[in-house]
Nanobody, 124 residues
Framework: QVQLVESGGGLVQAGGSLRLSCAASRRTFSTYAMGWFRQAPGKEREFVAA????????HYADSVKGRFTISRDNAKNSVYLQMNSLKPEDTAVYYCAASTLGAAQAKAVLYDYWGQGTQVTVSS
């Protein structure tokens, strides 16, 4: 079992930045691909970004390309999401997820473990 704890969410004005962090409980964190998903009120959960187990491969949703950057520090069992140029439509609960498959994954069904989420609110 892997426990994931997100942090770093909050309220920011449009155009601002936030950095989300996700800390994993297991030393085997370095073997998991990691992803970030988000869910806005009344909408389905959607893929945001993913990174392979070594960090050599990343994948982004078109809506965040050029604005968001996913990274990981396996020594700290952590994955990060740097969010720049935030827009009101980025408002959502952001979830960290871990996949036992090593490659970066965009499909939520391929993730085995999920965090509780952190709220990001972007005001206009």
């Amino acid at each position: 079992q892997v426990q994931l704890v997100e942090s770093g969410g909050g309220l920011v004005q449009a155009g601002g930045s936030l950095r989300l962090s996700c800390a994993a409980s297991r030393r085997t964190f370095s073997t998991y691909a990691m992803g970030w998903f988000r869910q806005a009120p009344g909408k389905e959960r959607e893929f945001v970004a993913a990174i392979s187990w070594r960090g050599g491969s990343t994948h982004y949703a078109d809506s965040v390309k050029g604005r968001f950057t996913i990274s990981r520090d396996n020594a700290k069992n952590s994955v990060y999401l740097q969010m720049n140029s935030l827009k009101p439509e980025d408002t959502a609960v952001y979830y960290c997820a871990a996949s036992t498959l090593g490659a970066a994954q965009a499909k939520a069904v391929l993730y085995d473990y999920w965090g509780q989420g952190t709220q990001v609110t972007v005001s206009s």
